[in-house]
């Protein structure tokens, strides 16, 4: 993988599902992984940031593992809310730079 | 603590001509970074500073040029516009010019060129 590739593109779910996502990333020469949360006329907010293989990170009902011998990681929503609605970007950097690569995000709508 | 802030917030130019983006960085920090997102697409890298000097580019062209003042302020100047550079222009930043640092971002700059 050369990119960074995230799945799905959209997800629509209801109040209360829980829901998770993928991010693809290069394996060779990783150096970080970040999770950000976009709200709709807002800024990106930054959820996590992972370095380590076999990492887990939580804030509230949000959870993120990383898996960076095989180049992944999963976003996991407990009981999603509407305020939940959001496009979640993941981004990778290579190399000690301050580069990051993005994914394309994935949208996520609760609908109540 | 000030968070990070763009100007202006939109902005409409012609084929040809250029423009200068302005981010002010969050209190306490001394590292910018400079992102354009096109239509259906996440952000992607152009540049960042780092105490007053660039620190890694992207795919981007020379006429894409930026500039760190010793508040650590920065600017993005695009000379010669053409169409492709109509997007939105996300600021972040941090505290150190590595990846493994969190990024802070502003709201960014809405750019039409018509």
């Known amino acids: 993988i050369l990119n960074v590739e995230q799945s799905p593109q959209s997800l629509h779910v209801q109040e209360g ?4 996502f993928t991010c693809s990333f290069p394996s060779s020469n990783f150096y970080a992984l970040h999770w950000y949360r976009w709200e709709t006329a807002k800024s990106p907010e ?15 009902r949000i959870s993120a593992t990383l898996n960076t011998k095989e180049g992944y990681s999963y976003l996991y929503i407990k009981g999603s809310q509407p305020e939940d609605s959001a496009t979640y970007l993941c981004a990778s ?5 301050g580069k990051l690569i993005f994914g394309q995000g994935t949208t996520l709508q609760v609908k109540p | 603590e000030t968070g990070v802030t763009q100007s ?9 001509q250029q423009v200068t983006l302005r981010c002010s960085s969050q209190s306490g920090h001394n590292t910018v970074s400079w992102y354009q997102q096109a239509l259906g697409q996440g952000p992607q890298f ?6 007053e000097e660039e620190n890694g580019r992207g795919n981007f062209p020379p006429r894409f040029s930026g500039l760190q003042f010793p508040n650590y302020s920065s600017e993005l100047n695009v000379n010669a516009l053409e169409l492709d550079d109509s997007a939105l ?14 990024q802070f971002f502003g709201p960014g700059t809405r750019l039409t060129v018509l």
């Not at chain 1, 599902?17 to 998770?20: F, G, H, P, Q």
């Not at chain 2, 202006?8 to 012609?14: E, Q, V």
């Open chain 1, 93 to 97: 950097g290579s190399g000690n730079t």
């Open chain 2, 89 to 102: 222009y996300l600021c972040a930043s941090s505290l150190g010019g590595q990846n493994i640092n969190e």
């Open chain 1, 17 to 20: 599902d829980s829901t998770n």
């Open chain 1, 46 to 60: 930054a959820l996590f940031v992972m370095t380590l293989n076999g990492d887990e990170k939580k804030k509230g």
């Open chain 2, 8 to 16: 202006p917030t939109h902005l409409i130019k012609t084929r040809g």
């Open chain 2, 46 to 51: 152009i540049f960042q500073y780092y105490r």
